[in-house]
């Protein structure tokens, strides 16, 4: 077994140049070496933190008076035709984007269970192996093992391919989401959205605003990204697109004065739902811990009855990368959801049962495309049966 993980960890490494900045455990304990980080600066007031950005007069996105958007025709269809090919377009993506892990798992499992003729060490053992090359992780895939030890000894089963609707099952079960988990839908919500540089978090904010205006919701946008050249205009487009507000300051000015600025327009507009964007490149975990916190103070004392939600955006395609930063993130932050977005890429989509299983996370949301309404809830059903599906499909 280590010689098959080894195998295995230097296999990802090789084909995972991930492009993203590197952002491990390590390099977070770097950080906290330099001190400070767990000692609270001065408590900054709203008032001190806004004087010191260059504050600008926000700026809404003058979308209300635009009349024709493309997404409004779509947006106007009754519920029907369009609805229903358009689901299907998405789980076809979904399989599409699931073709590596699907060729993993599901010839993997053909090849298992055409070979074995008894469930033994063996038959267990070439199980764990292909469960971790389709990145379901290595605690998830024990676990799961393990419950199908119990359940063959328990109920009698002898033939190898009894298990496979078990092993079916077993994995649905695991990312069953908790009954508050689509909350901020439907009350008064702030979601602060995270993640690193490059995995889709102002894609995802733009699809997401749209899905929720188009459900009736009244939804306002905070450019809390300052630090990327062009981050606060490609945020723009988007809120044009999805036909929501945006708040928005100066490239360079301070992410939680954005905020602030944010909440007070949320206000006296009644806002549902007001999303922020995040900056992805800030350097190290200390830094993004600073301004977390200073976004926290803001809010706790601006917006104390919303309701809060902070999802974490993860590039599927990264696989074990991506539960990394999910790992070094939940440190730092009060992660409610995850967002996990490419899965029309080369997707490993196996990792989305690692996360929910290592680290209770739920997703929420997953993204199979580059266009406004590519984004959908997590459906953990639909998910494993496109997991699932065969290849000539
Ligand atoms: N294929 C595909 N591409 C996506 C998806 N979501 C986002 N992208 C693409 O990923 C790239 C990065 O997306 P952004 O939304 O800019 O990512 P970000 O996290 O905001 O990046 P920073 O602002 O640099 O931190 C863009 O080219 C998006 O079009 C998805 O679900 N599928
Ligand atoms: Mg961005």
Known sequence: MFEFFKKKFKKESEDEQSQQEAFTSEQAQDDLSYGNVTDTSEPISAQEEISEAQMVEPEFSQTEEKKEEPEKKEAA?????????????????????LTKTRAQIVTGFDTLFSKFHAIDDDFYDELEEIMIMGDLGVRTTEEIIEDLKASVKQEHIKKPEECRQFLIDSIKARMQPGEDAYRFETEKSILLVIGVNGVGKTTSIGKLAAKMKRGGRKVVVAAADTFRAGAIEQLREWTVRADVQLVAQQEGSDAAAVVFDAIQAAKSRDADLLICDTAGRLHNKKNLMEELRKIDRIVGREYPDAYRETLLVLDATTGQNALEQARVFKEIADITGIILTKLDGTAKGGIVVAIESELKIPVKYIGVGESIDDLQRFDPDAFVNALFTPLEE
């Open 77 to 97: 269809d009754p519920e029907g035709s369009q609805e229903a090919a358009s689901k299907k377009g998405f789980f076809s993506r979904l399989v599409q984007g």
